[in-house]
T-cell receptor
């Protein structure tokens, strides 16, 4: 029933590891997004995919790589995790120029 | 570069009060402006979306206005309730960037006391 679902909800791992966060939407939306919310609660866009094509790539380190196997999924893979990667990562989806629907977030903690 | 500012950063009111949250943006060339609500440990819920050609949108006790030329928007909440307690975020979509590129303010944390 959930519109935008992310897994896992919590992710605790050590510096240097590689991890992935999965996102799925069942709304039939064309565009999916990844946002990062830092410790000061500031939300910033990282990536956007429209019909499996990357259309935004803000100043994000290339250790972060989005992967979209199909229109309903946008996964985020992170290599060589660093302390500064600790944050809450949100997935969202939308139709063009319509409200974005957000998942509940993945809280990533780097030890 | 577009910047979005929200004032105040935090607001505490007694139940039943009407209140106004403010949002300002530096570049008036926007597709739309959205207001979101974020509850602790949760994602964002879209409350209202105002297209650049519109002046206001209403949903229940919420009314959002947009003055694009002055770079301002307000979110009016009538007869506030404890359930309205949350962080309210304002975001704009730039004309210059991709249509999906939401630029957020830092939010106003609202607490409504019973």
């Amino acid at each position: 029933d959930t519109a935008v679902s992310q897994t896992p909800k919590y992710l605790v791992t050590q510096m240097g590891n590689d991890k992935s966060i999965k996102c799925e939407q069942n709304l039939g939306h064309d565009t999916m997004y990844w946002y990062k919310q830092d410790s000061k609660k500031f939300l910033k866009i990282m990536f956007s995919y429209n019909n499996k094509e990357l259309i935004i790539n803000e100043t994000v380190p290339n250790r972060f790589s989005p992967k979209s196997p199909d229109k309903a999924h946008l996964n985020l893979h992170i290599n060589s995790l660093e302390l500064g990667d600790s944050a809450v990562y949100f997935c969202a989806s939308s139709l063009p120029n319509q409200p974005q629907h957000f998942g509940d977030g993945t809280r990533l903690s780097i030890l | 570069k577009q910047e979005v500012t929200q004032i105040p950063a935090a607001l505490s009111v007694p139940e039943g009060e009407n209140l106004v949250l403010n949002c300002s943006f530096t570049d008036s060339a926007i597709y739309n402006l959205q207001w979101f609500r974020q509850d602790p440990g949760k994602g964002l819920t879209s409350l209202l979306l105002i297209q650049s050609s519109q002046r206001e949108q209403t949903s229940g006790r919420l009314n959002a206005s947009l003055d694009k030329s002055s770079g301002r928007s307000t979110l009016y909440i009538a007869a506030s309730q404890p359930g309205d307690s949350a962080t309210y975020l304002c975001a704009v979509t730039d004309l210059g960037g991709s249509q999906g590129n939401l630029i957020f303010g830092k939010g106003t944390k609202l607490s409504v006391k019973p």
